[in-house]
Nanobody, 118 residues
Framework: VQLQASGGGLVQPGGSLRLSCAVSGLAVDAYYIAWIRQAPGKEREGISCITSSDGYTMYADSVKGRFAISRDNAKNTVYLQMNSLKPEDTAVYYC????????????WGKGTLVTVSS
């Protein structure tokens, strides 16, 4: 199983980025896929998740209304559209998969760095 996050970079406050999580070895619609971030000096934070069967989406309060998770079953890829970015969104973003629960993170991918700065 491999999960590869990509799409990070440097963006100004108020800008947008779209992260991708390309998955191999499991079907994204059979697992809970989550985005988890870790900012410098802070604990990991689960920020968004899409459930396996019905594609229900969930968001942490810190990103609700600004971020949107989606998936493309044909490409076996999950996306995180990030809008209205703030400096406090600066972090390494990881995607993770679990068969049972949103942030169980049975499988982890390598992260992608998002830096929000002017």
């Amino acid at each position: 199983v491999q999960l590869q996050a990509s799409g990070g970079g440097l963006v100004q406050p108020g800008g947008s980025l779209r992260l991708s999580c390309a998955v191999s070895g499991l079907a994204v619609d059979a697992y809970y896929i989550a985005w988890i971030r870790q900012a410098p000096g802070k604990e990991r934070e689960g920020i968004s998740c899409i459930t396996s069967s019905d594609g229900y989406t969930m968001y942490a309060d810190s990103v609700k209304g600004r971020f949107a998770i989606s998936r493309d079953n044909a490409k076996n890829t999950v996306y995180l559209q990030m809008n209205s970015l703030k400096p406090e969104d600066t972090a390494v973003y990881y995607c993770a998969a679990d068969r049972i629960v949103c942030y169980g993170a049975e499988y982890w991918g390598k992260g992608t760095l998002v830096t929000v700065s002017s």
